[in-house]
């Protein structure tokens, strides 16, 4: 899949397999990445629940879900910093990023553009995004 990999290979993570349940639905929510910052060491935790940053590449096939939904889905977590969709298509991004405790930023860019990932203290370069090969 174009752009997982890439976004991988950039924060230096992987993705986790992390789900879980909204409570108004019974669908189930899986990113596509998930980036955790913590410093537990436990090899017997299978998964974590507080994500920091979660990537969703689009789905031609659910542009409504991924765009209506899930976003709301994801804010509603603590733990969430910055939510990134990933549209590998258009090679376009939307950004959304908490800017204090109840609020949020939510950038659709047209043009290429970097992510900043505060977590990390670092920005994810857009060409290493849309990386392909």
């Known amino acids: 899949m174009a752009g997982c990999g890439s976004i991988?290979?950039?924060a230096n993570a992987?993705?986790?397999g992390q789900t879980w349940r909204p409570a108004h639905d019974q669908s189930i929510r899986k990113p596509d990445v998930s980036l955790f910052c913590n410093d537990r060491r436990d090899d017997d935790i299978r998964s974590y629940d507080d994500?920091?940053?979660l990537f969703e590449i689009l789905s031609a096939g659910t542009p409504r879900t991924?765009?209506?939904t899930k976003p709301e889905e994801y804010k509603a977590l603590d733990?969430?910093?910055t939510i990134v969709f990933v549209d590998t298509a258009a090679e376009r991004l939307r950004i959304v990023q908490r800017t204090a405790a109840h609020g949020w930023r939510d950038m659709t860019y047209q043009?290429?553009?970097d992510v900043p990932?505060?977590?990390l203290n670092m920005t994810l370069p857009h060409n290493e995004i849309f990386a392909r090969g």
């Open 79 to 81: 733990s969430v910093d």
């Open 66 to 68: 991924d765009l209506r």
């Open 111 to 113: 043009e290429a553009a």
């Open 51 to 53: 994500p920091r940053m």
């Open 8 to 10: 991988c290979g950039a």
């Open 14 to 16: 992987a993705p986790t």
């Open 117 to 119: 990932l505060p977590s």
